[in-house]
């Protein structure tokens, strides 16, 4: 199969801290991968694009100074929220898709973001 | 470009009851056509896709057809279970765009005893 994972699954954090959340592909390479954001009971909004050893593209309206994306190898994408204020709660989520064969994507189980 | 529509729920059957969840969709290329399923608290669950036009991709009783003179994937199940209350999403993915993904806004389906 194809295997996405997070870490964490859950975090509460402080105004003002940052937090990292990690993505991995477990059982297959990825050369690009997607962050998203969840909002309650809404649909998925698309973040950004991470392709591996370089920049990651941004949507429109997306701060990328605020979320950070690195994605420094074929299984590991990381988000990082600097500063974070409560408004950035939301339920965020990783996908990865294979480096050959299908394009179909693999999401992972998603982190859950609660700053207090 | 890319979008997806689909129905506004929530949608509350109940069980052994058919059930349709509509989906249309706008695309500039060729698409692949995906339904997820999302239980509380958890991330997104591949359900089915098709690839092409006239697949049908099927799954645990649902099905769904990629029409394209109609741009829809419909989602249908003959009989739904209490354990099929989830959130359904219709989506697509831009093979011409590093393959990225666009959502419709997700339908709620609950299924009473």
């Not at chain 1, 105004?15 to 962050?35: H, N, P, Y």
Request: glycine residues 8%; hydrophobic residues 30%; proline residues 3%.
């Amino acid at each position: 199969g194809a295997v996405v994972s997070q870490h964490p699954s859950w975090v509460i954090c402080k105004s003002g801290t940052s937090v990292k959340i990690e993505c991995r592909s477990l059982d297959f390479q990825a050369t690009t991968m997607f962050w998203y954001r969840q909002f309650p009971k809404q649909s998925l909004m698309l973040m950004a694009t991470s392709n591996e050893g370089s920049k990651a593209t941004y949507e429109q309206g997306v701060e990328k100074d605020k979320f950070l994306i690195n994605h420094a190898s074929l299984t590991l994408s990381t988000l990082t929220v600097t500063s974070a204020h409560p408004e950035d709660s939301s339920f965020y989520i990783c996908s990865a898709g294979r480096t050959y064969g299908s394009y179909e994507q693999y999401f992972g189980p998603g982190t859950r973001l609660t700053v207090t | 470009g890319n979008s997806v529509t689909q129905m506004e729920g929530p949608v509350t059957l109940s069980e052994e009851a058919f059930l349709t969840i509509n989906c249309t969709y706008t695309a500039t290329g060729y698409p692949s056509l995906f339904w997820y399923v999302q239980y509380p608290g958890e991330g997104l669950q591949l359900l089915l896709k098709a690839t092409k036009a006239d697949d049908k991709g099927s799954n645990k009783g649902f099905e769904a057809t990629y029409r394209k003179e109609t741009t829809s994937f419909h989602l249908e199940k003959g009989s739904v279970q209490v354990s099929d209350s989830a959130v359904y999403f219709c989506a697509l993915s831009d093979q011409n765009n590093f393959n990225k993904f666009y959502f419709g806004s997700g339908t709620k389906l609950n299924v009473k005893p």
